[in-house]
């Protein structure tokens, strides 16, 4: 619906192209882009992480934490993903 209220189908949307758009990205399977892993912080920080590169987040796009199952210290806490 953000996208009709943001005019991606003209002043008067089509309908047949809303449903045509809504059923295309229902069916289209979720992918998780890594932002960074996070480890747990001191002080105040609760957690912390570093990009590995230069990275552009979509507007609007849903950001997740995943737990991770460590094996070891030297792996993150958490996850940082968005959902492209």
């Given at each position: 619906?953000k996208?009709?209220?943001?005019?991606e189908?003209?002043?008067?949307?089509?309908?047949?192209?809303?449903?045509?758009?809504?059923?295309?990205?229902?069916?289209?399977?979720?992918s998780?882009?890594?932002?960074?892993?996070?480890?747990?912080?001191?002080?105040?920080?609760?957690?912390?992480?570093?990009a590995?590169?230069?990275?552009?987040?979509?507007?609007?796009?849903?950001?997740?934490?995943?737990?991770?199952?460590?094996?070891?210290?030297?792996?993150?806490?958490?996850?940082?993903?968005?959902?492209?």
């Amino acid at each position: 619906m953000k996208r009709i209220a943001k005019g991606e189908f003209g002043s008067e949307p089509n309908i047949a192209d809303v449903v045509r758009v809504m059923s295309e990205e229902v069916n289209k399977p979720a992918s998780f882009v890594n932002i960074t892993g996070l480890w747990e912080g001191r002080g105040k920080v609760a957690y912390q992480g570093r990009a590995q590169e230069e990275i552009i987040i979509p507007i609007d796009a849903e950001i997740l934490v995943f737990h991770n199952d460590k094996q070891n210290d030297t792996q993150p806490d958490l996850n940082l993903v968005y959902v492209d």
